[in-house]
């Protein structure tokens, strides 16, 4: 069965940093791609990265180029998203994901 | 970007009605659209992949169609656990784009 746990998440104050994890389990996770996704409290779905199964290509969305960077351990099944500036609109529930298999998210709350 | 518009923004139905909810590209995507259920307090979950392939376990009852530019999710016996938001996704090019959502709710 395949299992995605996100953990990392936290009260964070705006400019800091903080670094996600996921811990991946019932697959072969370095034959895959995976995402991070986020929804904000009450609002849509966010995709915000991507890295390829051997860490070649890394693509994000505009509104957190430059500020996340998505990684992983193929080593260690562990999928990561580090996260810098933080800022209030950064709050929201993050999840990683790969195909259908969605973690149930950690939430990440920026706030003075 | 591409941006993905999906309408309504909400529907009420009836057990047993048939419903349909578009999800148009603001540019070709090819087939390179899934649709997401996510239910109150819940992860989301994928239903179709690559526009029209439904993803194990998930019921019949659940059909997605089109190619290019508009997309669609037709759930053809509403049942009482399907009340949830629906979410297109496009996959076709950098940076991925979820639509709003669709709200479905039961009268």
């Known amino acids: 069965e395949v299992q995605l746990v996100e953990s990392g998440g936290g009260l964070v104050k705006p400019g800091s940093s903080l670094k996600l994890s996921c811990v991946a389990s019932?697959?072969?996770?370095?034959?895959?791609?995976m995402h991070w996704i986020r929804q904000a409290p009450k609002k849509g779905l966010e995709w915000i990265a991507l890295?390829?199964?051997?860490?070649?290509?890394?693509y994000y969305a505009d509104s957190v180029k430059g500020r996340f960077t998505i990684s992983r351990d193929n080593s260690k099944n562990t999928l990561y998203l580090e996260m810098n500036s933080l800022r209030s609109e950064d709050t929201a529930m993050y999840y990683c994901?790969?195909?259908?298999?969605w973690g149930q998210g950690t939430l990440v709350t920026v706030s003075s | 970007n591409t941006v993905m518009t999906q309408s309504p923004t909400s529907m009420f139905t009836s057990v047993g009605d048939r419903v349909t909810m578009s999800c148009k590209a603001s540019?070709?995507?090819?087939?390179?659209v899934g649709w997401y259920q996510q239910k109150t307090g819940q992860s989301p979950k994928r239903l179709i992949y690559?526009?029209?392939n439904r993803d194990t376990g998930v019921p019949d009852r659940f059909t997605g169609s089109g190619s290019g530019t508009d997309f669609t999710l037709t759930i053809s016996n509403m049942q009482a656990e399907d009340p949830a938001i629906y979410y297109c996704?496009?996959?076709?090019?950098?940076?991925?784009?979820f639509g709003a959502g669709t709200k479905l709710e039961l009268k």
């Open positions: 994901a790969k195909g259908p298999h």
């Open positions: 019932g697959f072969t996770f370095s034959s895959y791609g």
């Open positions: 890295i390829y199964y051997d860490s070649s290509n890394k």
């Open positions: 540019q070709n995507v090819g087939i390179n």
């Open positions: 690559w526009a029209s």
């Open positions: 996704l496009q996959h076709n090019s950098y940076p991925y784009t």
